[in-house]
């Protein structure tokens, strides 16, 4: 039996899909494959919306020459309906000024390397917590690979269509962690 096909067919679009204003700039973060990070808010006539704050991750012009913001807002629509990995809620590209945007989620707790300087500066942390953060990095890290069907060979899973999303830097830094 053949797997079911995945539609991951993205609609790129040269003009984001809501207005977006700058709340903070937060420089290029670690990483460094940014033309710039900012705190951003939505002006959408949504109340709840525009209360919310989020990421707006800018794409450098020379990111244009190899395709990077098609791949990552590819990527990130594919993974996108996971919970333990930040969503897209917005993006751009405009390829005759060589400008693009992501916007995602703002993950309102930071990162590991807080939690860990926190602790290092003798604050306390659940050894609950630690392994529940554990458990969803590693549950992300498989549906990178293996999509929401992890028992697929690896034929099946090429044809599904899913593309195999190798995470290059792991580190404390980009687990980011959500209040829930």
């Known amino acids: ?23 903070e700039p937060l420089g290029k973060m670690a990483g460094g494959l940014n ?18 704050l989020f990421i707006e991750k800018r794409f450098r012009p020379t990111d244009f020459k ?23 809620i917005d993006h751009f590209i405009d390829e005759k000024t060589l400008t693009g945007s992501v916007y995602l989620e703002l993950c309102d707790m930071g990162n590991m390397a807080e939690v860990v300087a926190a602790v290092a500066n003798g604050n306390f942390v659940n050894e609950h917590k630690v392994w529940n953060w554990f458990i969803q990095v590693t549950e992300a890290l498989v549906y990178c690979h293996w999509g929401s069907r992890p028992e697929m060979t690896a034929d099946e ?24």
């Open 157 to 180: 899973l090429l044809q599904s269509g899913w593309s195999k999303v190798y995470h290059r830097d792991i580190s404390k830094y980009t687990p980011s962690i959500v209040r829930k």
């Open 66 to 88: 190899h395709k990077v913001p098609y791949r990552e807002i590819q990527m990130l629509h594919q993974l996108g309906d996971h919970p333990n990995i930040t969503t897209m």
């Open 35 to 52: 033309s710039g990070i900012n705190l951003v808010r939505t002006t959408t006539p949504n109340a709840q919306a525009s209360k919310l």
């Open 1 to 23: 039996m053949s797997p079911q096909k995945i539609n991951l067919t993205v609609e790129y679009r040269s003009k984001p899909a809501y207005k977006w204003v700058l709340v």
